[in-house]
């Protein structure tokens, strides 16, 4: 099947810092990606839909200041989160449209100290 | 709005067939899907169903879908030890963008499959 990857696959940074993760469709094309969050034991949050070429769009709650989005081309989107702090520690999954499967990348574990 | 909604926890003996339930709320999906999470890692696509089909068999896994009660299930035939993960049952938003596919997700039901 399609693959979709995620960089870095872990981070660990201070407060305040910024951190970029990025995702990418390796074998397909994606006008659209989304952005989720995965606290432990929970279900995926959606947070953001990725558009190329224009504004994200964020869900009810998600700070876009906080989590900022580029999609930058076809097979690249990346979520940028601005001056981490503790509570932003989660794991954050993307995944990309290839008509009619959506494929999750493998997700990155962000702890912020 | 769509809401899925999924058994927290099944406990199966390795070789029994595991059943995991889901029901949604929004007739108007297209696709529904089954998604597994190992710990630490993403989600695998396991199978997916068209809302126009009843069943769907793959291998070791056969889905059946209700559309009259919104029901989905998934049969894990001879469920070993490498089936233990979490399993999510998902959506596809009908109101998303043209080829988005935007999902709802259920909470996950964990599987343990006991030796």
Request: aromatic share 10%; net charge neutral.
């Amino acid at each position: 099947g399609a693959v979709v990857s995620q960089h870095p696959s872990r981070v660990i940074c201070k407060s305040g810092t910024s951190v970029k993760i990025e995702c990418r469709s390796l074998d397909f094309q994606a006008t659209t990606m989304f952005w989720y969050r995965q606290f432990p034991k929970q279900s995926l949050m959606l947070m953001a839909t990725s558009n190329e070429g224009s504004k994200a769009t964020y869900e009810q709650g998600v700070e876009k200041d906080k989590f900022l989005i580029n999609h930058a081309s076809l097979t690249l989107s990346t979520l940028t989160v601005t001056s981490a702090h503790p509570e932003d520690s989660s794991f954050y999954i993307c995944s990309a449209p290839l008509a009619p499967r959506q494929y999750f990348g493998p997700g990155t574990r962000l702890l912020v100290l | 709005g769509e809401d899925v909604e999924q058994s927290l926890f099944l406990s199966v003996r390795e070789g029994d067939s595991s059943v995991i339930n889901c029901t949604y709320t929004d007739s108007s999906s297209t696709y529904l899907y089954w998604y597994k999470q190992e710990p630490g890692a993403g989600l695998q696509l396991l199978t997916y169903i068209f809302s126009n089909m009843d069943m769907k068999q793959d291998q070791r896994l056969t889905v059946l879908l209700n559309k009259k009660d919104k029901h989905l299930s998934l049969r894990i035939a001879d469920t070993q030890t490498g089936d233990s993960a979490i399993y999510f049952c998902a959506e596809a938003d009908p109101y998303s963008g043209a080829g988005s596919y935007q999902l709802t997700f259920g909470k996950g039901t964990k599987l343990s499959v006991i030796p």
